[in-house]
């Protein structure tokens, strides 16, 4: 299940509401003179969780009895709910009681809602629903009287009209993308449409140009926006092309630098890097929207290591390392973005080891805010400070107004290792300091190592630097180095607190020390958008103090041994085993 919206409910404006109502009377029943192939990835599970009773949306449980439950109180949740993802989830089941089900949520949708009524009518989500109707338009057909299937031409006609006035005045960035596909993809699909599909295909390649940077990123920062936006274009390719017509040559310049930039965002695990709000992406996503892009493009780019969208990525062997090395999006997404300046992580082959704790938008205003601080990423903070300062009080007001000016990033590459030095000065105005970190990964990506500094220089900063310690009476300014880990594998401190072993579930063993300070191992959590609670994990700490205009750790993270080239993981999930909620 692909879903477009992370930001919470998309606004539905006053002309939105009033163009859907105007438009809603007198639609005539159109005629389906095509239908885009589905292109989302369903979940078997989901499909019959969702039969059962269970929609899971974006971390939040809300149960059905026979129908599809429209109401949610998480803004991300009712979006998914109004825009139909859920089709993609009941089609992997594919049975009878899954399009009956299907064909019930849409009749009552339309009923309920179809006339402008309700949260669904942000022009965004109305291209989300019409692509997700229009791609399971047989199966929502089948086997349906011609009342019900006049009533969903209808429908399908006005949403298209609906999407031809307001399209243009969605919110920038994904929204009006997606908007702009839903009306593409109409006008592919609807008898009497044709004329508008050139003029919205140039549409759409204007706001994927405006959205998508030089180097292929997007101003939010959060690669799994990117990655959104990168499947949409890929349907809006295929979709075309099933047409007989070939994609604009600018929009194929732009799937290639989005595939580069994601390429240095995926970890050797294949998923992506989880900052800014996003995770790792849907289970496939990402491997077959750039098969889509690599059939296009006989001698597609590889990435191994390099910056994209403010991210430094270090790749060698089986392993590699993500890091953030840039100032978060204050303007581009405030509410959405964290103090994760410098974190970074870790993946080796199959399996995640050094992580962010997540997003926990999904989880309720403490889960987000939490999850935003700087201790709830794999950098050092400050005791009681983030990197960037918060304002607000909930979910909808908790903006990031200020953090880092200054970010530090040089590529340092010898015959035997790749190398990246960072800074940062978020810390500079509230205590005098500046961040800079070292990260050496060894050229088989057997080590990594690193050196941590607060370095507090020039006179303004250490005035201030003085000022804060003379508050601590000489005991030095509190700091922690926190390196959170994920939940499946098993960590354990050893050789008398001076080292961790971390037991990967392939069975790799990696060992963590650090200049012979004393480690401890705390709590932690790993969040998702699609689990209901977090999961419980653990974080290595380093609890030091800084009581001179310099503090320096040096830490090494190595493999115990070396890893067999046959290595595979001991233990396999089983894809259509339905998780417990």
Same mark, same amino acid.
């Not at 990033?409 to 500079?428: I, K, M, N, P």
């Given at each position: 299940m692909t879903q477009f919206s992370k930001t919470g409910t998309s606004p539905v404006s006053v002309l939105d509401r009033l163009a859907a109502r105007l438009l809603a009377r007198g639609q005539p029943v159109t005629a389906l003179i095509a239908h885009p192939q589905p292109r989302g990835t369903g979940q078997f599970a989901r499909g019959k969780q969702m039969l059962a009773g269970n929609f899971v949306m974006a971390g939040e449980l809300v149960k059905a009895d026979g129908t599809v439950p429209f109401q949610a109180s998480s803004g991300v949740a009712v979006d998914a709910l109004h825009g139909f993802d859920w089709l993609d989830d009941l089609a992997a089941v594919g049975d009878v009681n899954a399009r009956k089900l299907a064909q019930t949520g849409l009749a009552d949708w339309v009923a309920r809602y179809g006339r402008g009524r309700g949260p669904g009518w942000g022009a965004g989500v109305a291209g989300r629903r019409l692509m997700n109707w229009l791609t399971h338009a047989v199966m929502l057909m089948q086997g349906q009287e011609k009342p019900f299937q006049d009533r969903f031409l209808r429908a399908l006609a006005h949403h298209a009209a609906f999407l031809a006035r307001r399209a243009g005045h969605a919110a920038q960035g994904l929204p009006r993308i997606t908007a702009h596909a839903g009306l593409l993809f109409a006008a592919l699909s609807l008898e009497g449409w044709e004329r508008r599909i050139d003029p919205t295909a140039k549409a759409l390649i204007a706001d994927c140009d405006r959205q998508i940077g030089s180097d292929g990123g997007v101003a939010t920062r959060s690669p799994e926006d990117l990655l959104h936006i990168f499947v949409l274009m890929t349907w809006v390719v295929q979709t075309l092309q099933d047409r007989g017509r070939p994609a604009d040559a600018r929009l194929l310049g732009l799937l290639g630098r989005v595939a580069t930039a994601l390429r240095v965002l995926r970890h050797a695990?294949?998923? @992506?890097?989880?900052?800014?709000?996003?995770?790792?992406?849907?289970?496939?996503?990402?491997?077959?929207?750039?098969?889509?892009?690599?059939?296009?493009?006989?001698?597609?780019?590889?990435?191994?290591?390099?910056?994209?969208?403010?991210?430094?990525?270090?790749?060698?062997?089986?392993?590699?390392?993500?890091?953030?090395?840039?100032?978060?999006?204050?303007?581009?997404?405030?509410?959405?973005?964290?103090?994760?300046?410098?974190?970074?992580?870790?993946?080796?082959?199959?399996?995640?080891?050094?992580?962010?704790?997540?997003?926990?938008?999904?989880?309720?205003? &403490?889960?987000?805010?939490?999850?935003?601080?700087?201790?709830?990423?794999?950098?050092?903070?400050? &005791?009681?400070?983030?990197?960037?300062?918060?304002?607000?009080?909930?979910?909808?007001?908790?903006?990031?107004?200020?953090?880092?000016?200054?970010?530090?990033?040089?590529?340092?590459?010898?015959?035997?290792?790749?190398?990246?030095? @960072?800074?940062?000065?978020?810390?500079?105005?509230?205590?005098?300091?500046?961040?800079?970190?070292?990260?050496?990964?060894?050229?088989?990506?057997?080590?990594?190592?690193?050196?941590?500094?607060?370095?507090?220089?020039?006179?303004?900063?250490?005035?201030?630097?003085?000022?804060?310690?003379?508050?601590?009476r000489g005991a030095g300014i509190a700091y922690s180095l926190r390196f959170h880990l994920h939940p499946e594998v098993d960590a354990s401190v050893d050789m008398n607190g001076t080292a961790v072993s971390i037991v990967l579930r392939s069975g790799e063993i990696w060992v963590f020390r650090a200049d012979g300070h004393t480690l401890t191992l705390a709590p932690s959590v790993y969040l998702e958008k699609a689990r209901l609670k977090p999961r419980a994990s653990l974080q290595i700490m380093l609890s030091l103090r800084a009581q001179d205009y310099t503090s320096q750790v040096n830490w090494v993270l190595a493999k115990a041994q070396d890893t067999p080239i046959a290595l595979r993981d001991t233990v396999q999930e089983n894809p259509l085993a339905v998780p417990d909620l």
């Open positions: 695990d294949g998923g @992506l890097a989880r900052f800014h709000g996003g995770g790792r992406g849907n289970e496939g996503d990402l491997l077959a929207a750039l098969a889509v892009h690599d059939a296009l493009n006989p001698a597609p780019a590889k990435a191994t290591a390099g910056q994209v969208m403010g991210f430094a990525r270090l790749s060698a062997g089986r392993s590699s390392v993500i890091v953030d090395a840039a100032p978060p999006p204050v303007g581009a997404a405030p509410a959405r973005a964290h103090a994760s300046t410098l974190a970074f992580e870790l993946t080796s082959n199959r399996r995640p080891v050094v992580v962010s704790c997540g997003d926990g938008t999904s989880l309720g205003v &403490d889960w987000q805010r939490a999850s935003r601080a700087s201790a709830s990423h794999s950098t050092l903070s400050i &005791d009681g400070y983030s990197s960037a300062r918060f304002t607000g009080t909930d979910r909808n007001r908790l903006k990031l107004t200020d953090g880092p000016r200054n970010v530090g990033c040089e590529f340092r590459h010898t015959s035997y290792s790749r190398a990246v030095a @960072l800074s940062h000065d978020g810390y500079l105005d509230t205590h005098g300091l500046e961040h800079t970190r070292f990260l050496d990964l060894s050229a088989d990506g057997r080590v990594l190592s690193g050196e941590d500094m607060l370095i507090s220089g020039g006179r303004a900063a250490r005035k201030r630097f003085d000022d804060v310690l003379a508050r601590t």
